[in-house]
């Protein structure tokens, strides 16, 4: 058996193409934080079905997960690693009891992260067959959600925050939240400047891993805190928005 690991540690070592860099500490916590010996094993699955040759380098480093870009052939890829060794579990239940799509679930450190992941590929999907701006899901493992790369080869995709805001972001994000409650049937429930991406001049709406399907009992009081986010912030950039734009064209009768 400890030949196998040595063997699966070698093979997955050698498509973790990360550069090293002599004091990078962003690197060096994208490294130790997410690849331990579960992860290593769910990789190895991911890579040994061909999903994706390499990964490259961290796009970014949460709280929760660290994002990396990988590249299958000449496309790229997005690996999102969730930790295994999370602690910040009230944050996480909290938007995984009441949602009737996961009912049962293990009370253990990999039993609700597993479902985080599980969950996150779930929402990625039913938003992305309604319609939504959101990265196209691929595939996921355990801890380890695969999904469509937003950006250039250079650069990942800015957050709204950072990009110049246009009027017509405002439009589409209002299109796109509407999708997401009447077609998609969920909430995202953090939607804000720091959620949304702009890719080829569209905004994308990113991280759903806590969206709420509309019958949970708190997905009314979590689509009116998403709506007075995007609605602060447009007003904030000069830009005419209101709360009844959304809330004139959302299905009420689907909520509980």
């Known amino acids: 058996m400890k030949e196998d690991l040595d063997y699966i540690y070698e093979f997955v070592n050698e498509k973790i193409k990360i550069e090293r860099r002599e004091k990078d500490y962003n690197i060096f916590k994208a490294e130790n934080d997410v690849f331990d010996r579960k992860t290593m094993l769910a990789l190895y699955d991911l890579l ?5 040759d390499i990964i490259e380098f961290p796009i970014k480093i949460g709280k929760e997960a660290n994002i990396f870009r990988a590249k299958k052939g000449r496309r790229f890829l997005a690996v999102k690693i969730y930790r295994t060794s999370t602690r910040d579990f009230n944050s996480i239940i909290k938007y995984i009891e009441g949602d009737y799509r996961f ?6 450190t990999l039993g609700i992260v597993y479902l985080w992941a599980q969950k996150e590929f779930r929402n990625l999907s039913d938003c992305y067959q309604a319609g939504v701006l959101v ?6 493992r355990n801890n380890i959600v695969v999904m469509e790369y937003l950006g250039t ?18 439009e589409l994000i209002l ?4 999708r997401m409650v009447n ?8 939607l804000s400047e720091y959620n949304i991406v702009v890719h080829k001049e569209k905004p994308y709406i990113i991280d759903v891993s806590q969206a709420m399907p509309v019958k ?3 997905a009314r009081s979590l689509l009116e805190r998403d709506v007075k986010n995007i609605v602060r912030f447009f007003k904030k950039k000069g830009i005419d928005a209101d709360e009844n734009d959304f809330y004139d064209k959302i299905n009420w009768g689907v909520f509980v």
């Open 183 to 190: 077609e998609a049937g969920l909430v995202h429930g953090d």
């Open 175 to 178: 299109n796109n939240m509407l």
């Open 103 to 108: 009912e049962h679930f293990k009370r253990s």
């Open 48 to 52: 040994s079905h061909e999903y994706f």
């Open 153 to 170: 080869s250079k650069y990942p995709a800015p957050l709204l925050k950072d990009y110049p805001v246009q009027e017509k972001f405002y």
């Open 216 to 218: 949970h009992p708190n």
């Open 135 to 140: 990265p196209k899901p691929v595939v996921f």
